[in-house]
């Protein structure tokens, strides 16, 4: 099973796709195969295989854009998919021969999941289950989630570009819930990477299951969480969701082009304390947000975002650096072939500060600090966002006291990121899911550790 | 586009197939159609796609194990490779009893679901609409400035589902839908709002002059929007805001969860979890219904549930397998997101019943406190039955509208929020599967500075 799709056929695609005018065409195809287990009361509930193949055609006229996809990848119903994407008027265009390109090798995979026996698979979930329910008495349920997945792109614009991308990607979460009386906690911990089966060498399933049954047991004796506005500490790795929301899709090109973003007159601005410097890295050897090419084809990058607070960079797709004037930054992404590509993050964390680790704790008389934190959304527009919090512990006297349950954290982007006024050494990433217009990607959040002096906690008491 | 395609006909060779190779017991969904999604900004057509699709899933249950494959591509060398690796997996998986396909059962003759005259609007009618709904909203006063832009978008699908039992249910059902998003400006902010109609047939959208007037009101209602002091005070949602509480509900009624301990309504069957005007229904049979359909994920015929009547919780939803654990029948709540994935327990049409006042009757009886337009993030937790979100609105003092609020968080217990409602108003619109009036809530935590 593979995409064969030749460099004739894919090039009397795109002349096609130009044939009623149009500046730029490309074709996205897609191959992914993805086996996934679930696991939960100590058993094997299923195990599933399946397949995404499809091509999606797209022709850009200025700043109009025509799209469509199929299944069917026969020559006629490429024809007629290009045809529908097709401007409505002009003169033909001239699409330029079709030569491959090299593609970065951003993957290490040893042990390929397709040589592996379903049996040691399924293994993995056992090890984790067993990680989650050895940690203590009181959790009462463990469901683990898995799968392996293997993505081939083939990108072909009209510019003469063509590339393939083998893309590997796995993922073991556990979602543990911890009973004591009528109080019920829930913990969640996962680990994600573009590599092998060998991941589970140097990650042990058994630690990702222990990690999410200490967070739901360690809930267990929380109280309400105080609210109003007071420092708060954010934990190194998926501290990180902060920037992506607070910051992250304020950058982003489309938001930025159409001055819908916050963010979209701040080029060479302050927008952050000078402690703060953001990157988004698409390039980083086997990470959750890492690919070769992006899904137009681009080879990613390092993006500065906000060097020492002041804005430096924004993150683009093809289109939108065409109608900026500008490059495109690596940074065009789609769910599957059915999905147009939107401009998105990658890998997005903070670089490094100065501060030792057990210094973010120590200054503040009274605060939170967060050591998990849930999903989280924002409102680009007026740079507002939330997000949930689901193990934190209270600050007394610059010492971490007692746990806190139900907080949400809230605040405004730019405001909030002028706040920061500590930052750890080292750094830290956590594996994710972005969600923008309808579409999954995958993505990875990262920060040292850091304070913010203040920020509003959200919860039940007054 | 069209895709010319005997769903049927892949259906029943791959039942037969996975029979062959060993399964005891298969089920096939599959699925095709056509969509189309226009995107206008300022008179320009941002994006314009048009599709045709199809794919298939296939459950295999082998004595009890259960395996599951989907794919788009139809080829039979792709489908028979892969129905042999589905039923090889199904060793994997641990034998359960419970694992059963339904039988056939007759299906309820649900009107209204599927729009013939959609496939005679034109692309040119559905831009010309889309680039109207976009203009309308410059008309809307001088704080609109910009729209992050306004969707058409619909789709026609024909579902087919089959299984070794001699079960087969065929329908075809259209979703059509219009959203904008005006951007106001003012006070130093930005501000975006949304407003949308989405019905089963084209001639069922509300005029664009509507839907345009009502997400400027809201744009231009929240802008200058800042945080108030943490107080716990009523708060008002609205329509379009107050579906975050269902959400959870909705969440914390599967039978499944339920039964694993997974809910915060564990052991409250037949319980007052909310107050005298909390009624709320499940109901997969309402005439042209976004939620309705005749039959659920599996083929088990939908029905109308009371799922609270009167504060009192009577029922949690199952599908076939969660109904023989709990030893009960199914409630035709297994749903399918699509062709590609197993089915699992859903809501169908979910909605809080209407009182008999208006909202502004509602709004008029607070002294002080929060009416709320839009929830962000978050909002429920169905294992700890914890509800909180951020929240944008308007500060209501006398029973009058104030100063607008944003960049604060509203948060309650679930159970509490349930029992607090103390108001219901009677603009109920099931313009979406899950659905609330406008309606007040006595007490709840509003964090801010």
Redesign the interface.
């Known amino acids: 099973?593979s995409l064969d799709l030749s460099r004739d056929l894919l090039g009397r695609v795109l002349e096609v796709a130009l044939s009623r005018g149009g500046e730029f065409a490309d074709i996205f195809a897609e191959h992914t195969r993805t086996?996934s287990?679930g696991l939960?009361?100590d058993?094997?509930?299923?195990?599933?295989?399946?397949?995404?193949?499809?091509l999606g055609v797209r022709v850009i006229s200025?700043?109009?854009?025509?799209?469509?996809?199929?299944?069917?990848l026969t020559e006629p119903e490429l024809e007629?998919?290009a045809l529908?994407?097709a401007a409505s008027r002009g003169r033909p265009v001239h699409p330029a021969p079709l030569v491959a390109s090299d593609v970065p090798r951003r993957y290490d995979v040893r042990v390929p999941f397709s040589d592996v026996a379903?049996?040691r698979?399924?293994d993995i979930l056992w090890r984790a289950n067993a990680g989650a329910r050895d940690y203590d008495a009181r959790v009462?349920?463990v469901s683990v989630s898995y799968y392996d997945q293997e993505r081939r792109v083939l990108v072909a614009n009209s510019e003469g570009r063509w590339v393939e991308d083998r893309q590997p990607l796995n993922l073991l979460a556990v979602s543990a819930?911890a009973?004591d009386g009528s109080v019920?906690?829930?913990g969640y911990e996962r680990a994600s990477e573009r590599r092998g089966y060998e991941l589970f060498e140097d990650v042990a399933p058994e630690s990702v299951g222990r990690e999410a049954a200490r967070e739901a047991v360690s809930m267990l004796g929380a109280e309400e969480t105080p609210?109003?506005?007071m420092p708060v500490v954010m934990p190194r790795g998926w501290g990180g969701v902060l920037l992506h929301e607070a910051v992250g899709h304020g950058l982003e090109g489309d938001f930025v082009r159409?001055?819908?973003s916050?963010y979209a007159e701040s080029l060479g601005r302050e927008v952050a304390s000078p402690l703060v410097t953001v990157v988004d890295d698409g390039t980083l050897m086997n990470h959750r947000g890492t690919t070769g090419v992006d899904d137009e084809g681009t080879p990613t990058q390092r993006t500065v975002l906000i060097e020492k607070g002041i804005c430096t960079g924004f993150l683009f797709d093809l289109l939108n650096a065409r109608l900026m004037r500008t490059q495109s930054t690596g940074n065009g992404r789609r769910e599957t072939f059915?999905h147009?590509p939107l401009p998105r993050m990658t890998n997005t964390f903070m670089e490094g500060g100065e501060a030792a680790a057990e210094d973010l704790v120590r200054g503040a008389r009274y605060g939170l600090e967060v050591r998990k934190l849930?999903?989280?959304?924002v409102?680009i527009?007026?740079g507002?966002?939330?997000?949930?919090v689901s193990e934190a512990y209270l600050i007394e006297n610059g010492r971490t006291t007692r746990p806190v349950?139900?907080?949400?954290l809230?605040?405004?982007g730019p405001e909030i990121m002028k706040r920061v006024d500590m930052v750890a050494s080292g750094a830290g990433c956590a594996a994710g899911s972005c969600g923008k217009g309808g579409q999954m990607v995958p993505v990875c959040v990262g920060e040292p550790g850091l304070r913010i002096s203040a920020m509003?906690?959200?919860?039940?008491?007054? | 586009?069209s895709?010319e395609v005997g769903i049927q006909a892949v259906a029943e060779r791959l039942i037969e197939r996975a029979l062959d190779a060993g399964a005891t017991e298969a089920e096939a969904f599959a699925q095709n159609g056509e969509r189309a999604h226009i995107q206008v900004?300022r008179g320009?057509?941002?994006?314009?796609?048009?599709?045709?699709?199809?794919?298939v899933g296939l459950r295999v249950l082998v004595e009890g194990r259960?395996?599951?494959?989907?794919?788009?591509?139809f080829s039979e060398?792709?489908l028979d490779?892969?129905v042999a690796?589905?039923v090889?997996?199904?060793?994997?998986?641990?034998a359960?009893p419970y694992n059963a396909l339904p039988e056939m059962d007759a299906a309820p003759e649900i009107p209204g679901l599927y729009d013939p005259d959609l496939a005679a609007v034109s692309l040119d009618r559905k831009l010309e609409v889309a680039k109207r709904l976009d203009a309308l909203v410059f008309d809307q006063g001088p704080e609109i400035h910009?729209t992050?832009?306004s969707v058409y978008s619909d789709g026609v699908y024909e579902n087919l589902i089959l299984n070794s039992k001699g079960l087969v249910h065929r329908w075809r059902e259209s979703f059509v839908s219009m959203v904008v998003s005006p951007?106001a400006e003012g006070k130093g902010?930005?501000?975006?709002a949304h407003d949308w109609t989405s019905a089963r047939a084209f001639r069922d959208l509300k005029p664009p002059e509507d839907v345009a007037r009502e997400a400027c009101r809201r744009a231009k209602l929240l802008l200058g929007?800042e945080?108030v002091e943490?107080?716990?005070v009523p708060v008002v949602l609205d329509a379009r805001a107050g579906a975050a509480l269902l959400g959870g509900l909705g969440q914390a009624i599967n039978g499944e969860s339920v039964y694993?301990?997974?809910s915060?309504l564990v052991d409250q069957l037949g319980k007052k979890i909310g107050s005298d005007r909390v009624t709320v229904i499940d109901d997969g049979t309402i005439e042209s219904g976004m939620g309705s359909s005749p039959v659920d994920g599996e083929g088990v015929p939908t029905r109308r549930k009371l799922i609270v009547e009167k504060g009192v919780l009577r029922c949690f939803l199952y599908d076939t397998y969660s109904a023989r654990k709990a030893k009960t029948r199914p409630t035709g709540n297994s749903a399918r997101d699509s062709y590609?994935s197993?089915p699992v327990i859903g809501t169908l049409n979910f909605y809080l019943e209407a009182g008999e006042r208006t909202p502004g009757e509602v709004l008029s009886e607070v002294d002080n406190g929060f009416f709320v337009l839009r929830t962000?993030?978050?909002a429920t937790?169905p294992?700890?039955g914890?509800f909180?979100?951020?929240a944008?609105g308007v500060w209501i003092k006398n029973g009058q509208l104030t100063q607008p609020v944003?960049?604060?968080?509203?948060?309650?217990?679930m159970l509490d929020m349930l029992q607090g409602i103390d108001a219901v108003a009677n603009d109920l619109t099931l313009d979406s599967p899950t659905a609330t009036p406008t309606y007040r809530v006595r007490e709840m935590?509003v964090?801010?500075?």
């Open positions: 099973m086996t287990i939960a009361e058993k094997v509930k299923s195990v599933s295989v399946g397949i995404v193949q499809g200025g700043d109009e854009v025509g799209f469509a996809y199929t299944d069917e007629k998919t529908a994407a379903p049996s698979k399924t009462s349920e819930v009973v019920r906690q829930s609210t109003g506005e159409k001055g819908t916050f059915r147009p849930g999903g989280g959304q409102d527009t007026s507002n966002f939330v997000f949930k349950r139900g907080a949400t809230i605040g405004n509003t906690i959200g919860g039940t008491r007054s | 586009m895709v900004i320009r057509v941002e994006n314009l796609t048009r599709a045709g699709f199809k794919g259960l395996a599951f494959l989907s794919s788009s591509d060398q792709t490779g892969l690796e589905a090889s997996l199904a060793a994997e998986a641990t359960e910009n992050e832009g951007v902010q930005k501000q975006v929007g945080a943490t107080q716990k694993r301990g997974r915060f590609a197993r962000l993030g978050g937790n294992v700890t914890d909180s979100a951020g944008a944003a960049k604060v968080t509203i948060a309650a217990k935590t964090s801010g500075t």
